[in-house]
């Protein structure tokens, strides 16, 4: 099946830091790829709809000035926690829609964020 | 955007077959039915993918009935590191994927 990659895996910060994560589709294009978080126990929660050359869609209750996309490559997705706190430490999952076989989306392995 | 229904947790022991049924009453007509697994700490993995009928890979099988209301997933002979939760969702690549609670599976010696 198709790759996605996420960098970092982990990242520990201090509040009031911006974080930024990478998520790359490795072996295909991906015009659409999606954001969502992820608490202990929980279903994945979808934040944003990110589509390439155009503003992320974002989900309702999520502060998209907090949770800037970025979306410049068929490639590559960036989300950027700004001003992070500690109730932003979560699990983010991207995942990568790819048309060119099943037309289904795959995931990336996740970044642990921890804020202090 | 389809909901779907799942059991909360199912057990099961290494060898044996297991089927996670999955219920999607208001499936539209061109959504697809997608299983993905998930260990802690890492990114759901796409099992297997369906749209009618059956459908089989070298880890599980998807079993459609005809009016696709519902899925049912099969995993035979499962092992230890089966263990994990599986979620059933639907819709189409492009789509917004609503995750529901999953089955959380745990399989036993």
């Known amino acids: 099946g198709a790759v996605v990659s996420q960098h970092p895996s982990r990242v520990i910060c201090k509040s009031g830091t911006s974080v930024k994560i990478e998520c790359r589709s490795l072996d295909f294009q991906a015009t659409t790829m999606f954001w969502y978080r992820q608490f202990p126990k929980q279903s994945l929660m979808l934040m944003a709809t990110?589509?390439?050359?155009?503003?992320?869609?974002?989900e309702q209750g999520v502060e998209k000035d907090k949770f800037l996309i970025n979306h410049a490559s068929l490639t590559l997705s960036t989300l950027t926690v700004t001003s992070a706190h500690p109730e932003d430490s979560s699990f983010y999952i991207c995942s990568a829609r790819d048309y060119s076989g099943e037309d289904t989306q795959y995931f990336g392995p996740g970044t642990r964020l921890t804020v202090l | 955007l389809a909901k779907t229904t799942q059991p909360i947790s199912m057990d099961s022991y290494e060898g044996q077959e297991v089927n996670i049924t999955c219920s999607h009453n208001n499936i539209a007509t061109n959504d697809y039915i997608t299983w993905y697994q998930q260990f802690p700490s890492q990114g759901p993995r796409f099992i297997i993918q369906g749209y009618k009928t059956k459908v089989t890979n070298e880890v599980a099988s998807l079993f459609i009935p005809a009016d696709r209301k519902s899925s049912t997933l099969s995993l035979p002979r499962v092992s230890l590191s089966d263990t994990a939760v599986y979620y059933c969702l639907v819709g189409l690549g492009f789509q917004k994927l609503v995750f529901g609670t999953g089955t959380r599976l745990l399989v036993s010696p």
């Open positions: 990110s589509n390439e050359g155009s503003k992320a869609t974002y």
